[in-house]
């Protein structure tokens, strides 16, 4: 009786962690995080999901039995999760696809957790209500936050266009299907197409929550729908004839790894990856977007093509077909799931958004079982002790009780172990992943108050603390390099400072020694190859042979990311730098040809063309520069007093440049220069090279 007593004050607990977590779900932010929204609701889900299955343990333990929901989504949603986990240990870019996929894969845990929890329906109207709640307080707070009754404690977050989500378009997909339950909740509460109002909806509780849930989210749906058609400041979403022309490119492309790459994909949550290497060059064309990059596909499903190829899309489609086979006539919750995953094939999907699918399908699913669905049931796996002493498993149908024997000790103890060991595994890294986080999200606010030494301590303690974030190095990196240059200005003025030299040497070390790091982390990032070539650039004249690693470096980002003009310009600057100038206007040329209405690479190329005499030619391109700077004042005066210094060594001008237009905004008029200028070096140090473009992913630690 104590036992019995024990397991349902274990289910109450359960339906109460479970209530508060769809609840605070949409609501759930913090400030002293690296992203305020995504990362807080992941570790809301992680925590609350390694408790549930801590208390899991304990019942079987207790019963000396499991008791697992069985239910047509079972198998398909195991068959993604397991898809998507491969995808990511097969990813080139593994560490940032397994940082992606471990949210996800608890989110799979947790839709277990609801099912095999939620039997009555008491509890299923706790959770469900808590669900309708969460959704509409967050609605109330958006509309709040528009109309400047800025209630929350924060001066930070006092801004008219503030949501919990930290997007409008993802709060419009969480948002809709939840509207769904509560519309057709009331349509069958009073009797629609047949209204009736009786007297038992005035004693209604769920009536009356539904009710306002429904309106408030009607409310917030209308605010946001009019965010995003009337003001000027509207989401960017990636075109979808760009999302289709990745997704196909990303699985059928990949000469190395061919096979790989159509099954699995690039891997889970780089979908970064695949927007930089197969976009197309008409990308350029793009008058507001076209120096954007896109951690998102157009939508959910054409990401997941791409990011894990043809399974992990057909184990999505899986689970659609399934949910279809169980579908139940003008049921709100079925619809509702539906809903969402309508939204998954037309709008990207950020982590609430994946999240609220499992939830949906998972509170469906608790709802079949409740009403005791043939398709949905419970399964009890036990382990029983014959006469003969032998053991053996039943697997049984809940209230059924073994004719065979004894239930053994050994299946819950085995249980338990597995799930210390799981719970253990996964709560050390996931404790390891928030300080670090916490503490690199202070050094940033540290670094914005330029206190150097406590943003580099922080840093050095974040990277130590979980080092398998190539964007950690790679900003780690540039604060080394800076501080670096801070003390070579120091050391002109004391050439025999021995202990400034020696922190010196260091520094630029450890700047490179990060930046690789990065790169061996996540080496299909461009972004990443781009910064080590930078911190190449800046030791040019310091490190022994950084003017080769710069370009060699250079080169590889490009490969990564080929039809981004910026690029060419970097790595013309390498050129221009050396005073290389035919390679230099080859790239700066290309530049050009990638983007014809790209002021800053006609001035590059005018530039490079003036220091090899041909004054008219750069004449021509500064022309072209004036036309198409005609919009921006700064750029314009700028041009201005270059082309009159130019016509002035020319004398009598031959020729004009052909008319070019643009809509274009025009970024500020430069020369590509180092980020950093280190004063030249002799003897010059010894330095690492770039990593082989081969080399595997593995742990940074040792590059540091």
Known sequence: MLEKDTVSYIDTISTFIISLTLFFLPLFFLLNTTDFFIIPKQLLIIGATLILIILWGVKVLLARKIILNASPLNLPIAVFAITILVSSILSKNRFDALIQVVPVFFAVLFFLSLVNNIRERKSFSIVLSAFVLGAALSSIVTIAYYFKFYFLPFASLQNQFFNTFGSITQQLIFLIPVFVISLFYLLQKIGFPRVKFGQDLKTDFGFFVQLLSGVTILAGLILIAYQIIALPNKPIVLPYIYGFQTAAAAISQEAQRFIVSLLFGSGYGTYLVDFTRFKPPSFNLEQNIWNLTFSFSSSYFLELIATVGILGALSFIFILVSLFKTRAPRNPLFAAAIASFALSFLLPFAYIAVVELFILLAIYVSYLNISEDKRVYDVVLTLVASKKGLFSFEALSEGSHSEAGAESPILPAVVILFVAIFTGFFGFWVLRFTSSDIKFAESLRQ??????????????????????????????????????????????????????????????????????????????????????????????????????????????????????????????????????????????????????????????????????????????????????????????????????????????????????????????????????????????????????????????????
């Open 447 to 704: 670094a914005s108050l330029n206190n150097a030494q406590k943003t580099y301590d922080l840093q050095t303690r974040a990277i130590s603390d979980f080092p398998y974030r190539s964007d950690y190095h790679r900003i780690f990196s540039q604060m080394n390099l800076a501080l670096a240059n801070s003390l070579a200005q120091n050391l002109k003025d004391q050439n025999q400072n021995t202990q400034l030299q020696q922190n010196f040497l260091a520094l630029l070390q450890q700047s490179i020694g990060s930046g690789r790091s990065a790169v061996i982390l996540s080496p299909q990032t461009s972004l990443n190859w781009q910064n080590l070539s930078q911190i190449y650039r800046a030791l040019i004249n310091v490190g022994q042979n950084a003017e080769q690693f710069a370009v060699a470096s250079q080169n590889q980002a490009i490969a990564l990311d080929p039809y981004n003009p910026l690029l060419y310009i970097q790595l013309g600057g390498i050129y221009y730098q050396m005073k290389q100038y035919d390679p230099a206007q080859n790239q700066f040329q290309v530049a050009v040809n990638l983007k014809r209405d790209f002021a800053n690479a006609y001035y590059n190329l005018g530039h490079v063309l003036e220091e090899k005499g041909a004054l008219e030619e750069a004449l021509l391109n500064y022309q072209i520069v004036r036309q198409l700077s005609s919009g921006d004042k700064q750029n314009l005066e700028k041009i201005e007093g270059e082309i009159k210094a130019l016509e002035a060594k020319i004398g009598e001008i031959k020729k004009t440049a052909k008319k070019v237009e643009s809509e274009t905004e025009q970024t500020p008029l430069s020369i590509s220069s180092p980020s950093t200028n280190i004063p030249p070096i002799k003897p010059q140090i010894k330095i690492s090279p770039p990593p082989q473009t081969n080399q595997a992913t593995g742990s940074a630690n040792s590059n540091n």
